[in-house]
């Protein structure tokens, strides 16, 4: 590898961040003005967009670690905004449920979330999203794959 491609490398590495950091931000403001923290927002839309989940799921699908997903969980009940169910036929599994109050809260909120991030991203044509979409797709699966073969070594 050339001493440019790293520099390109290390520069987009840069950008990608700080990009994200900025949009990360602006939307992290935009959650907490309706009394939730990114987290708790995050568990919420999950439920509301993929039904009951498992708490021992909730982390692997929001990247968040095990240990914080049962403070997360204990937070959202308090406010009435789920509630947790026994599994039926596993006893050592709780379901995650989102509530009336939590849907009409999603409801609310979630429309102008997703809109503020289409103005956000708008600057790019439907072909550069699709672009970006699928050069990050692969850049990613490149670092998990990385790290699974460092793991080996």
Not at 105 to 132: D, T
């Amino acid at each position: 590898m050339s001493n440019r491609e790293q520099e390109q490398s290390l520069k987009l590495f840069i950008v990608l961040s700080r990009a994200y950091r900025s949009i990360n931000d602006h939307m992290n403001k935009h959650i907490h003005n309706h009394g939730l923290n990114p987290t708790e927002f995050a568990v919420l839309e999950l439920l509301y967009h993929k039904g009951d989940q498992p708490l021992q799921q909730i982390g692997d699908k929001i990247l968040l670690a095990s240990g914080s997903i049962t403070y997360v969980v204990d937070k959202l009940e308090q406010k009435e905004l789920i509630i947790r169910r026994a599994c039926t036929t596993d006893r050592r599994v709780t379901y995650a449920q989102i509530t009336d109050k939590g849907v009409k809260l999603l409801e609310q909120i979630f429309p102008g979330h997703a809109q503020e991030i289409h103005q956000m991203i708008s600057v790019l044509s439907g072909e550069e999203k699709e672009a970006c979409i699928d050069m990050l797709k692969r850049v990613g699966l490149n670092a998990k794959n990385f790290y699974k073969n460092k793991d080996k070594e």
